[in-house]
């Protein structure tokens, strides 16, 4: 199994690692240990890089499986055993990390104020979209969902992260903030992001320490997706698309 350090340290940019397998066939190697987000709960996975001494071989796409964190490479395949530097583009990983971190305190705001759940959601860096089952939407309650997100993102809450036995997890229902759970039967420990005072859920995804990196965000629109269902899209007031 790939150690996943993005997983308990979401600020490593970087980490030596040995290639343990490779997959000519698919142009992918897996990797002992990794910085890589391979994606998941609607955060597309990582791109970035593995350098070995002066040669660079750009990471494309990154996805796991039972086995580990596999990573596809552009750029030819070093062999099994081969030590490299495993790199992310940080820039586009820490926007993605503010992102998703305003994607759950719009969460935490929505439940506190409707309760309730979310029914679907994606981002990329940058912007972000929500589903939610609001039967009783007012289109008059954007403005005044906007300023209660910022006011909580600017109240600097920690994000922390814990890792519950599958066991303790089951019996706590409101980590489960989706209308259907997403949890797969097979998986026995349960990483709980803690926006402290606003949201906890389960999420596999990286988020920033404090919301008060995430800056200010700008709720750009609610959509219609039938009948009591609204699409919430958010965006980080520094982005081009806020």
Known sequence: MTQRLY???QYARETQATIVDVDPD????????TVFYPGGGGQPPDVGALHLGDDRLAVARVTADDRGVWHWLEGGLPTTGTAVRAAVDWERRYRLMRTHTAMHALCGVVWER???PVTGGNMEPGVGRLDFELPDWDPEALQPL????????AAARPVQIAFLPREEADQDPSLIRTKVSLLP???REVRVVDIVGLDRQADGG??????????????VKAES????FRRIRLALADDELA
Do not use: W
């Open 146 to 153: 906007e300023e209660e997100l910022n006011a909580q993102l």
């Open 7 to 9: 997983s308990t340290d």
């Open 185 to 187: 039967d097979s998986l």
């Open 114 to 116: 409707f309760a309730s």
């Open 206 to 219: 990286t988020h920033v320490a404090s919301t008060s990196e995430v800056g200010r965000v700008r709720v």
């Open 225 to 228: 997706k039938g009948k009591g």
């Open 26 to 33: 698919d142009g992918r190697v897996l990797l002992d240990r």
